[in-house]
Structure formats: structure tokens, C-alpha cells
């Protein structure tokens, strides 16, 4: 489930953008700014949109070069870094399975898929406290979830989110929350249990119930 635009004359802010999964399906807004802290992710996207197409191969070996040298390359290490590792955890091990899987194909697809509808999106990097949004503007955050880190392993600070979001709210925004759980008063408009797993092997699955918040503007 993703926000849509009312009249096609507002804002849509999302405040951690990560694969864009949920951005580029996002319809009916005149404008979108996509946010996210990391910068070789956003140097991706920026590659793309100035007509960067990503590799259809990816060999350990290259990979293990630029993980290790990943500044001489911005927009080729975020599309490696991410879509050629176990999980798609930043350069978290080269993905390989017994089938063959080739992962950077398929990142490779997948990406230029949701890329056709994000080539005029406004691509920020910064702290999601930093990102200028304008008035009215619809947003929306999946932060990381509560009591687990983020890209730089320090822990994501989950009250201080959501303090930041109840002010958004205040201020005229609606706000909706990619989560598995809020506080008690906020409404949660959607839900649906994914499993996930833990092993190259998938060995170690279980499920989470993911789930959507809203926080209405004030005014509402």
C-alpha cells in the first residue's frame, strides 16, 4: 500500500528511500524528493538518472575490489554494494546460491524497472531531520526498525524519530510510517506478515508482521 497524490499538485517526501521499492510505485504527485543518508546509494541513482545503466555481471572478484575501493566509483559501488550482496546489506557478501542465481541481472532488472517512473525524482542525501519539505507535502518514512542499526552500525534512535514525525503531523504534513509497531496512539491503516531469512541457505526463516502507519495533520 503506498500514498497516493490528491490533484496531482502536491509533494510527495520519502525520508529514507533505500531500493525504492515503495517510491517508485507512488503515483499521482507533481513532484517527489527522495531522501536517504547514504551516499553511494544516492550516487547510484544519480548515475541513472544521467543515463548510468548498471553491469549484467558482477564477479567476486570485482566485488571484493570495490568493497575495498569503493570511492573510486560511487554509482558503480552503491549499485554492487547493495545488489550483489547476500540479503541486499551493504557489501554484506557476495550473493551466490547453489542455482546460479545471477544477482546483479536481476538487481540489474529490478532497478531499471522501478527507475522508469523515478528519472525526475529530486535524489537528497542527509539526515532525515535535515530534509527541506514543502507545505502540505505527503510523507513517507521506513525507517530502520526499532532497536536494530543503521547503515553506519550506530543505533537508530526510535523515540527521536518519532517525535520528529508527531512535529511533521503538527505542522500540516500527513505522515505515514512504514513499521512494525508505534506508539499506542497512532493508527495503523495496513498490515501483512512477510517472511524473512537469516541464511544464505534459507535455513532460518520467520515471519513479521509489517505494517503501515498514519499520523494525520493537525488540521484534520
Aim: glycine share 10%.
Amino acid at each position: 500500500m503506498a500514498p497516493d497524490g490528491r490533484g496531482g499538485d502536491s509533494c510527495f517526501v520519502s525520508l529514507f528511500c533505500g531500493s525504492c521499492a515503495v517510491e517508485s510505485r507512488v503515483r499521482g504527485f507533481a513532484r517527489k524528493i527522495l531522501n536517504d543518508k547514504h551516499q553511494y546509494l544516492i550516487a547510484m541513482y544519480h548515475g541513472l538518472q544521467c543515463g548510468w545503466t548498471p553491469p549484467e555481471t558482477v564477479s567476486p572478484e570485482q566485488y571484493q575490489y570495490l568493497r575495498e575501493h569503493r570511492a573510486e566509483n560511487p554509482v558503480l559501488a552503491g549499485f554492487v554494494g547493495f545488489g550483489c550482496s547476500f540479503g541486499g546489506k551493504w557489501f554484506g557478501g557476495y550473493a551466490r546460491n547453489a542455482e546460479g542465481t545471477n544477482y546483479a541481472a536481476q538487481s540489474r532488472r529490478s532497478l531499471l524497472r522501478d527507475m522508469e517512473t523515478l528519472m525526475d525524482a529530486e535524489f537528497i542525501c542527509g539526515d532525515y531531520r535535515a530534509v527541506p519539505i514543502p507545505p502540505g507535502a505527503v510523507i513517507y518514512a521506513d525507517p530502520p526498525y526499532n532497536n536494530t542499526t543503521g547503515y553506519g552500525g550506530e543505533k537508530f534512535d526510535t523515540g527521536e524519530f518519532w517525535a520528529a514525525m508527531r512535529l511533521l503531523a503538527d505542522t500540516g504534513h500527513r505522515v505515514y510510517v512504514s513499521e512494525q509497531e508505534a506508539p499506542p496512539d497512532i493508527t495503523c491503516v495496513w498490515e501483512k506478515p512477510f517472511t524473512r531469512t537469516l541464511d544464505r541457505n534459507k535455513n532460518n526463516q520467520f515471519v513479521v508482521m509489517e505494517r503501515l502507519f498514519y499520523l494525520p495533520p493537525r488540521e484534520e
